[in-house]
C-alpha cells in the first residue's frame, strides 16, 4: 500500500496531539471522560497509519494476535474488581513490559549479526528495562494477589547482590555492542535483567506497592520510547516518554507522601528500613486496648455532629465500600456531617480509595485530601477507620526510631473518639506497632470490615 | 518506495542516518518528557488510578514496533516474537481503555441527592 508520506506523518501528529489532549483532559473529572476517548482514538490512529506505512506479509499473524489481544483484554477490563486494579495495573505492566523485551530482542534479530554500535546499544539498555520491568511486574502481582508474603525479603548485602546482577546484564550488553554476532550474550543479558527485577520488587515491602508500580509503569514508557529511537519512530518516542514522565511523577508524589527520597526507593532501600521496625515490633510488650462492640459505636455516633471517616486497604479487602456508604447515608439523614479522609498513599496504587468509593457512589465532593482534613480533626466527634493503620499511626510525627517517622499522616488522634476496625492487632505492612491503638481515646472494633459495619448499620437502624 | 523513507522508517538499516536524526528525535523525547511532567503534575489525586490504567495503554503503543518489526523481516523467530508482542500489546490497548471507561463512568455516576 503506497501512501503519501505526508498523509501518514499528519496521522502520526494527530495521534501525537489527541494523546497529549488526552492526559491534559485526564486532570479533572469533568473532562475525563475526553482524555480517554482522545486516547483511544490516537491509540487507533496510530495503529492504522503503522499499517498503511508498513506492509506486513503474514496477515494471519497479525490477525490471529489481534483476537488473542481482543479475547484476553475485554473480559480483563470488563470482569476486574476495582478492588482488584492495582493487580490488574502490575499484570497489565507485565504484558506491556514483556511485548517491548521481545519486540527489542525481534528487531536484533532483524539486524544481526551486523547491528550498528548505536542501535545495538538502545537494544541492550532497552532490553534490560523491558525484562527487568516484566520481572518485577510479576512479583508486584505476586505480592498485590498474595500469592507472594508481602514481606520486604532481605538478607546482608541484598544492595549490591542486586547491583552486581544489573552490572552484569550491563556487561553482556556492551559485549553485544562490541561484537554484536554474538546471540547468546543477549540471553544472559535477558536472564540478569529477569533476576534483578525478581530482586529489586522481592526486596520491597507491600506498603510500597503504590511506587513500585509507578516505578514500573515509567520504565515501560521508558521502553517504548527507546524502541522509537532504534526504530526512528517519532509516536513511539512521544507516547513512550509521555508514560515514562507520568509513571516517574506519580512515583516521587508517592514517595513524598511517605517522606521517602526517590532514589530510596529506587535501589530498595526501603526494604533494609522496613525490616528494623518488623523487629521492634518483636519486643513489644501486651499493652491493653479498649475493646468494643458495634452496638457500643451506634450509642456514640448517636450523639455525634461531625464524623471523618478514613479508608485504607483493608476496607478494598473486606469489599466494605458499599456498607460504609451505607452507614455514611443514615449518619447524614440524622443530619451528622460526614466526610472522607484520604491519604495519599492509602490502598495499594495512587487513588485506589477514590475509585471505591465513587464504585459505592460516594460523591467526590465528601473525599477530603490529608492535607485539607488534617485541620478539621481536632474538631471532629467520632473518625472510623476502615482498614487503614499505618498511615494513622502518630509515631510517624514522634517516635524518631519508628520505620514511620517522618512520614505526613492523617492526625486521627486529635479527635475526640477514634473508632478503629480493624481484624486483629496485627501491625500494618511497615510492620510497626500503632501507637493509636493504645490511646484512651480509641475504641477497637475487632473484626471483619465489612461485617462490624453491617452490624453497625444495624445497631443505628434499631436505635 | 523511498519516499517512504521519509517517514523515518529507515526498514533496511533500522537506525539513524546521521547525528541530525538522533539529535532531532532527542529533541523530541526531552520535550515529551518535560510535557508529561507538567501535565500529570496538575492531575488530581482522586484520578490517579485511572490515569494509571491510562498511560498503561497508552505506553502500549508499543504496539506500532511490534507491528513495524513483523514487516521487516520473514525469520520465524522474529515473527513469533513480533506476533507475541502484538498479542501483549493489544490485550493491554483493549482492557486498557475499556477500563478507564469503566472507571470514569464511576466517577461520572451522579448520586442521588436526598
Excluded at chain 1, 82 to 104: E, H, I, N
Excluded at chain 1, 288 to 310: G, M, R
Excluded at chain 2, 30 to 42: D, K, N, P, Q, S
Amino acid at each position: 500500500m503506497s501512501l503519501d508520506p505526508n498523509i501518514i506523518l499528519g496521522l502520526y501528529v494527530a495521534s501525537i496531539v489527541l494523546f497529549i489532549l488526552a492526559l491534559r483532559w485526564m486532570s479533572e473529572v469533568r473532562t475525563s471522560k475526553y482524555g480517554n476517548w482522545s486516547a483511544s482514538l490516537g491509540m487507533a490512529i496510530a495503529v492504522v497509519a503503522t499499517l498503511l506505512a508498513y506492509t506486513i506479509q503474514r496477515i494471519d499473524l497479525l490477525l490471529g494476535a489481534l483476537a488473542v489481544g481482543l479475547i484476553i483484554g475485554v473480559p480483563i477490563a470488563a470482569r476486574v474488581p476495582t478492588t482488584a486494579l492495582p493487580q490488574r495495573t502490575a499484570m497489565s505492566q507485565a504484558f506491556g513490559s514483556l511485548a517491548v523485551a521481545l519486540v527489542g530482542v525481534a528487531e536484533y534479530h532483524v539486524d544481526a549479526p551486523n547491528v550498528p554500535p548505536f542501535t545495538m546499544t538502545v537494544l541492550s539498555v532497552e532490553m534490560i528495562l523491558g525484562f527487568l520491568t516484566f520481572a518485577g511486574s510479576c512479583i508486584a502481582f505476586g505480592k498485590l494477589q498474595e500469592l507472594i508474603p508481602g514481606r520486604p525479603f532481605v538478607y546482608p548485602g541484598k544492595n549490591f547482590v542486586s547491583l552486581a546482577v544489573l552490572a552484569l546484564a550491563g556487561i553482556a550488553g556492551i559485549y553485544l555492542i562490541i561484537e554484536p554476532s554474538q546471540g547468546f550474550a543477549l540471553y544472559i543479558l535477558a536472564g540478569f535483567a529477569l533476576i534483578f527485577g525478581f530482586l529489586l520488587v522481592m526486596g520491597i515491602g507491600g506498603a510500597d506497592m503504590p511506587t513500585v508500580i509507578a516505578i514500573l509503569n515509567s520504565y515501560t514508557g521508558m521502553s517504548a520510547a527507546a524502541l522509537g529511537f532504534v526504530l526512528d519512530n517519532k509516536i513511539l518516542i512521544v507516547a513512550g516518554s509521555l508514560d515514562g514522565s507520568s509513571g516517574f511523577v506519580l512515583a516521587v508524589i508517592m514517595s513524598q507522601a511517605m517522606n521517602r527520597s526517590f532514589t530510596n526507593v529506587l535501589f530498595g532501600g526501603v526494604g533494609a528500613k522496613v525490616a528494623k521496625g518488623t523487629g521492634a515490633v518483636a519486643q513489644k510488650e501486651a499493652r491493653p486496648v479498649q475493646s468494643y462492640a458495634a452496638e457500643d459505636v451506634a450509642t456514640i455516633l448517636d450523639n455525634a455532629s461531625k464524623v471523618v471517616i478514613v479508608p485504607g486497604y483493608g476496607m478494598a479487602v473486606a469489599q466494605a465500600q458499599h456498607t460504609v456508604k451505607e452507614l455514611t447515608d443514615i449518619l447524614q439523614e440524622r443530619g451528622i456531617d460526614v466526610k472522607y479522609g484520604i491519604h495519599p498513599v492509602a490502598g495499594r496504587m495512587p487513588g485506589h480509595m477514590n475509585v471505591l468509593l465513587a464504585e459505592a457512589q460516594v460523591p467526590y465532593e465528601q473525599l477530603w485530601e490529608m492535607e485539607k482534613i488534617n485541620p478539621e480533626f481536632p474538631d471532629t466527634d467520632v473518625v472510623i477507620v476502615v482498614g487503614a493503620n499505618d498511615v494513622t499511626n502518630p509515631a510517624a510525627r514522634t517516635k524518631v526510631d519508628s520505620p514511620l517517622y517522618g512520614m505526613p499522616i492523617m492526625n486521627v488522634d486529635k479527635a475526640r473518639t477514634v473508632i478503629f476496625i480493624k481484624r486483629s492487632m496485627n501491625p500494618g505492612f511497615s510492620g510497626a506497632d500503632n501507637e493509636l491503638f493504645y490511646l484512651p481515646n480509641t475504641w477497637m472494633v475487632f473484626g471483619d470490615a465489612k461485617k462490624v459495619l453491617s452490624d453497625l448499620v444495624a445497631a443505628m437502624k434499631k436505635s | 518506495m523511498s519516499m517512504m523513507l521519509d517517514l523515518g522508517s529507515q526498514i533496511t538499516t533500522a537506525a539513524p542516518s546521521g547525528p541530525s536524526d538522533l539529535l532531532v528525535n532527542l529533541l523530541i523525547f526531552l520535550m515529551a518528557t518535560f510535557l508529561g511532567v507538567e501535565l500529570i503534575r496538575h492531575v488530581t489525586r482522586l484520578l490517579h488510578t485511572p490515569l494509571m490504567a491510562l498511560t498503561n495503554a497508552i505506553s502500549s503503543v508499543s504496539m506500532v514496533a511490534a507491528l513495524i518489526v513483523m514487516s521487516e523481516s520473514s525469520n520465524v523467530t522474529v515473527l513469533i516474537l513480533a506476533t507475541l508482542g502484538v498479542a501483549l500489546a493489544f490485550t493491554n490497548v483493549t482492557s486498557g481503555f475499556l477500563l478507564v471507561e469503566r472507571i470514569n463512568r464511576l466517577f461520572r455516576k451522579k448520586p442521588v441527592k436526598k
